[in-house]
């Protein structure tokens, strides 16, 4: 990601777009707010908050806390991924710009990786709790990622790396869900045929239905069929 230097911008007003930004945070909305207002993208704002996070930190500090880079600034690299929606490349070469280290793109993709791998990748619910699903398959690298959401709290249920998405695969994930108190009554998601099997083995008498995504896009396709024939 590049980033262009607004000369425009005096000293005055980015103090006065970072205090902005310290008064709201935790609003939500606000930060895109801000941006759009100033005509600056997110991660520039975020970028301006750390920086001044930072300062006020030495500046207030009895003693420096910044004696231990990586135990510092992991807690900013989450701030950016999460909350900025950095890419891991933005964050390096933000932690570039500003000296800090580590800064380098393996190392900060090796700590999000430790993080991550400490997240279960099923939430537990204490009682069984009836919820309508949402399932699809995402690719990394040409694997598939098989995800189950609920649609309302957009709660990820269940996110797991297969080694296909066959049915019996996808049978399995939502015995998983299952065991961990998830009954589902209902589920959307698009004519993938191994997602639809092995929803209907895991449960042959709940309901499935199409997505309306997929269900308009379809009839999006044979609108030229059609109009050819007209």
Same mark, same amino acid.
């Given at each position: 990601?590049?980033?262009?230097?607004?000369?425009?911008?005096?000293?005055?007003?980015?103090?006065?777009?970072?205090?902005?930004?310290?008064?709201?945070?935790?609003?939500?909305?606000?930060?895109?707010?801000?941006? %759009?207002?100033?005509?600056?993208?997110?991660?520039?704002?975020?970028?301006?908050?750390?920086?001044?996070?930072?300062?006020?930190?030495?500046?207030?500090?009895?003693?420096?806390?910044?004696?231990?880079?990586?135990?510092?600034?992991?807690?900013?690299?989450?701030?950016?991924?999460?909350?900025?929606?950095?890419?891991?490349?933005?964050?390096?070469?933000?932690?570039?710009?500003?000296?800090?280290?580590?800064?380098?793109? $393996?190392?900060?993709?090796?700590?999000?990786?430790?993080?991550? %791998?400490?997240?279960?990748?099923?939430?537990?619910?204490?009682?069984?709790?009836?919820?309508?699903?949402?399932?699809?398959?995402?690719?990394?690298?040409?694997?598939?990622?098989?995800?189950?959401?609920?649609?309302?709290?957009?709660?990820?249920?269940?996110?797991?790396?297969?080694?296909?998405?066959?049915?019996?695969?996808?049978?399995?994930?939502?015995?998983?869900?299952?065991?961990?108190?998830?009954?589902?009554?209902?589920?959307?998601?698009?004519?993938?045929?191994?997602?639809?099997? $092995?929803? #209907?083995?895991?449960?042959?008498?709940?309901?499935?239905?199409?997505?309306?995504?997929?269900?308009?896009?379809?009839?999006?396709?044979? #609108?030229?069929?059609?109009?050819?024939?007209?």
């Amino acid at each position: 990601m590049k980033f262009i230097r607004r000369p425009d911008f005096t000293p005055q007003t980015r103090i006065h777009i970072v205090t902005l930004a310290w008064l709201n945070q935790g609003v939500y909305g606000k930060m895109t707010q801000i941006a %759009q207002a100033y005509r600056i993208s997110r991660t520039l704002l975020y970028q301006l908050l750390l920086a001044a996070t930072v300062q006020l930190e030495v500046l207030f500090s009895a003693q420096h806390r910044m004696h231990s880079p990586a135990a510092s600034l992991e807690p900013l690299a989450l701030l950016l991924r999460l909350e900025g929606n950095c890419s891991i490349a933005s964050i390096s070469a933000i932690f570039k710009r500003l000296g800090y280290q580590p800064n380098s793109v $393996g190392h900060l993709s090796e700590y999000f990786q430790y993080y991550g %791998q400490g997240l279960p990748s099923t939430l537990s619910m204490p009682s069984t709790t009836v919820v309508f699903y949402l399932g699809d398959e995402i690719f990394a690298i040409h694997t598939p990622i098989l995800v189950t959401i609920e649609p309302q709290s957009t709660a990820r249920l269940r996110i797991e790396l297969a080694t296909d998405r066959s049915a019996s695969t996808w049978k399995a994930h939502f015995e998983t869900l299952h065991d961990h108190h998830f009954s589902s009554i209902s589920m959307a998601s698009d004519r993938g045929v191994g997602l639809v099997a $092995g929803y #209907r083995e895991a449960h042959p008498e709940a309901l499935w239905v199409r997505d309306q995504f997929h269900a308009f896009h379809d009839l999006f396709t044979l #609108r030229p069929q059609w109009e050819r024939k007209a």
